[in-house]
């Protein structure tokens, strides 16, 4: 039980309340029998640990300045084993041997419709990433290209690659990454967790004294991010929530933002003040984290509130201004 309530607090939102995937973002089916049976514990355990930076998988561990100890990371990889239905897959020391030019002519055609043409991620799970190109193997990969994953647009390509073409393939992601680099937005560590700012010790208003801003929303709840720069850069009064784990408020957010995660609202909504000042929030899906907190905002009576429409990595890739690390300016 205790496993299956962390899971429903902080995986649900984007993997789905029954592991089904693509609740938000491209976060990915962990009900997938093929995923299950070929995912070793250590390779979920450091994806709940150390997160994917530059995606909307956070890193969820203390150590990271997440919420979770490791007992709790525990609960959570063995209530996901228990949808579990068939035997492990030891795909640790399968040998796969490819040509990364030859496999990104089959990858662009099989492939980068979903998953981009440099593994970017469009709808489907970001291949490049260098956390997760750490932790699988070739086998892993080699895997999941054969036997596709169940329940989602992922097909199994054994029927229509040749076992060469899908070791090319392989290969080829592999090769989005030759050198291992580290994220270039890598989580904090521990020694940073202890120094996460109280909430009343942070200035909640930006601009305190300026004037309100005069934001203009899409579907009266989305406000686009140059907008906001704009507002930011007159001086006006406002808002700005960051609705992610307090780990990736730590490790890259726009200057000013209070962390208020979509699990952990209602002590952060009792401090906001009630004078019509716009509230903002944002997150990296880009809507489901942040559009929960405009949400409950709402419902507690906040009516000037909208949600960031690009969410955050839009804001990062525009270059506009980003702050990191514990204290906030």
């Not at 690659?161 to 592999?174: E, G, S, T, W, Y």
């Not at 940073?192 to 942070?202: K, V």
């Amino acid at each position: 039980p205790a496993g299956e309530d962390l899971y429903r607090r902080y995986c649900a939102l984007c993997h789905g309340r029954d592991g089904e995937g693509y609740a938000a973002d491209d976060a990915p089916a962990l009900a997938a029998p093929e995923w299950l049976r070929t995912a070793s514990d250590e390779f979920i355990r450091s994806a709940i640990q150390e997160g994917r930076p530059g995606t909307a998988m956070s890193a969820w561990s203390r150590t990271h300045g997440g919420p979770l100890n490791e007992a709790q990371i525990e609960a959570i990889l063995t209530y996901l084993r228990s949808w579990q239905r068939h035997p492990q897959v030891d795909v640790t020391s399968v040998p796969v041997e490819g040509d990364a030019g030859r496999g990104a002519a089959v990858y662009q055609a099989e492939c980068a419709e979903c998953h981009g043409a440099r593994g970017e991620g469009v709808d489907a799970v970001q291949l490049r990433n260098p956390m997760l190109l750490a932790s699988a193997t070739d086998g892993f990969l080699q895997y999941a290209v054969l036997h596709g994953r169940t329940g989602t647009r992922m097909p199994a390509f054994r029927d229509r690659l040749a076992p060469d073409q899908v070791d090319d393939v392989v290969a080829f992601i592999r090769s989005l990454d030759p050198q291992r680099r580290p994220p270039a937005h890598a989580h904090p560590g521990p020694d940073q967790l202890a120094e996460i700012p109280a909430l009343s010790e942070m200035q909640l208003v930006i601009n305190a004294e300026g004037r309100q801003a005069l934001l203009t929303l899409r579907e009266e709840r989305y406000v686009r991010a140059a907008q906001g720069k704009r507002a930011l850069d007159e001086g006006r009064k406002m808002i700005l929530i960051d609705a992610r784990a307090t780990s990736d408020w730590l490790s890259g957010r726009i200057p000013g933002a209070i962390p208020m995660p979509f699990y952990e609202m209602d002590d952060i909504v009792e401090a906001l003040p009630r004078d019509g000042t716009w509230i903002v929030a944002y997150c990296a899906c880009p809507h489901a984290a942040s559009g929960r907190v405009v949400d409950s905002l709402r419902q507690h009576g906040f009516e000037n509130t909208a949600v960031l429409d690009e969410g955050i990595e839009h804001w990062r890739e525009q270059g506009f201004p980003m702050a990191e690390g514990p204290a906030q300016p």
